[in-house]
């Protein structure tokens, strides 16, 4: 089945202690990227890729890592994640870069960090 | 700057109803325009995509306009049924953006009474 898979769905963390979301998606897809969605904010970019090892800041990248050594996979790394990253993270792929076609975004991370 | 607006905000309606959902967008230089649902807690699933080039699409129950000049877009939903209760979201990729970001508005949230 075609899709974007994140893991983990649900993470409780603390202050400081670094954390890695993993996204991959199996549709061949050139372009990833990273939303988080919070309530009256709506959903915003963090970062983006176009291929592998290209990366780029989105809207709202401080405090995020990303890397894309693979085409598949896209992880969204927070080195010291802190309570304003308390969110619900989505990532998300379309088949070219930039994206012309559907964005297909996976099931969500929620993210506490307390 | 592109703002994508949704109202109305939330909606209910008896089963069965055919009913329309809006999107307004302040700009119109955009490469297409993106419906998704998203239920309670859970990820985007992508509806219908409207290139700029398009007017509309449609998908089972499901259509969705586009008028670039004026900023709108709707979306049809016919005969609708409990299973349709979710939050609505629209998205445009805007052309000024090479990073293939989405702009999302808030969202419509619908409820569909037995």
């Known amino acids: 089945e075609a899709q974007v898979t994140q893991n983990p769905r649900y993470l409780i963390t603390v202050t400081g202690k670094k954390l890695t979301v993993t996204c991959s998606q199996n549709?061949?897809?050139?372009?990833m990227s990273w939303y988080r969605q919070d309530p009256g904010l709506g959903l915003r970019q963090i970062y983006y890729?176009?291929?592998?090892?290209?990366?780029d800041k989105g809207d709202v990248p401080e405090g995020y890592k990303v890397s894309r050594k693979e085409k598949r996979n896209f992880p969204l790394i927070l080195e010291s994640p802190s309570p304003n990253q308390t969110s619900l993270y989505f990532c998300a792929s379309s088949l070219s870069s930039p994206p012309q076609e559907t964005q297909y975004f996976g099931p969500g991370t929620r993210l506490l960090v307390l | 700057k592109q703002e994508v607006t949704q109202i109305p905000a939330a909606l209910s309606v008896p089963e069965g109803e055919n009913l329309v959902l809006n999107c307004s967008f302040t700009d119109s230089a955009i490469y297409n325009l993106q419906w998704f649902r998203q239920d309670p807690g859970k990820g985007l699933t992508s509806l219908l995509l409207?290139?700029?080039?398009?007017r509309e699409q449609t998908s089972g129950r499901l259509n969705a306009s586009l008028d670039k000049s004026s900023g709108r877009s709707t979306l049809y939903i016919a005969a609708s049924q409990p299973g349709d209760s979710a939050t609505y979201l629209c998205a445009v990729r805007p052309f000024y953006n090479q990073g293939g970001k989405l702009i999302f508005g808030q969202g419509t949230e619908l409820s569909v009474k037995p």
């Open positions: 409207i290139q700029s080039s398009q």
């Open positions: 890729s176009m291929n592998v090892e290209v990366t």
């Open positions: 549709m061949n897809h050139e372009y």
